[in-house]
C-alpha cells in the first residue's frame, strides 16, 4: 500500500511559478514511480508528468514539456511538480499517483497507476 499527499496548490497569477508536492508514505520511496496528473473542470483526468523511483528518469506530457519539472527527494519520502509561467488553463486539481508495481509506467494514463492522493487546486488567473 502506498500513501500520497498532496500539498502547495493555491491562487496564483499567469506568469508566476509554483510548486507542488506529494509526501508518500508505506512502501519504501525510492521503489516506486511518481507521476503527477491534472483535471480540469469538465475534462478527463490528464497525465502531465512520471519521475521514476530512482528519480533518473522522467517524462512529460508534450502539452507541458518546458514548463513542469517533476523531482523527488528520497529523504524526505516526497516527490515535486514544478511549474513555471502559469497559464490559465493550467487551473485544475492535480493529483499524485503511484503504480502498484515498481516498473516505470509506459506511458502517462491514469490506468497504468494504482494509489492515488485526494488531490490539491490550482487556480491561475489572467
Known amino acids: 500500500q502506498v500513501q500520497l499527499v498532496e500539498s502547495g496548490g493555491g491562487l496564483l497569477q499567469a506568469g508566476g511559478s509554483l510548486r507542488l508536492s506529494c509526501a508518500a508514505s508505506?512502501?519504501?520511496?525510492?521503489?516506486?514511480?511518481i507521476g503527477w496528473f491534472r483535471q480540469a473542470p469538465g475534462k478527463e483526468r490528464e497525465g502531465v508528468a512520471c519521475v521514476s523511483g530512482s528519480g533518473t528518469s522522467s517524462k512529460y506530457a508534450d502539452s507541458v514539456k518546458g514548463r513542469f519539472t517533476v523531482s523527488r527527494d528520497s529523504a524526505k519520502n516526497t516527490a515535486y511538480l514544478q511549474i513555471n509561467n502559469l497559464k490559465p488553463e493550467d487551473t485544475a486539481v492535480y493529483y499524485c499517483a503511484a503504480p502498484y508495481g515498481s516498473w516505470f509506467p509506459q506511458d502517462l494514463t491514469p490506468r497504468q497507476f494504482d494509489y492515488w492522493g485526494r488531490g490539491t487546486q490550482v487556480t491561475v488567473s489572467s
Open positions: 508505506g512502501r519504501t520511496f525510492s521503489s516506486y514511480a
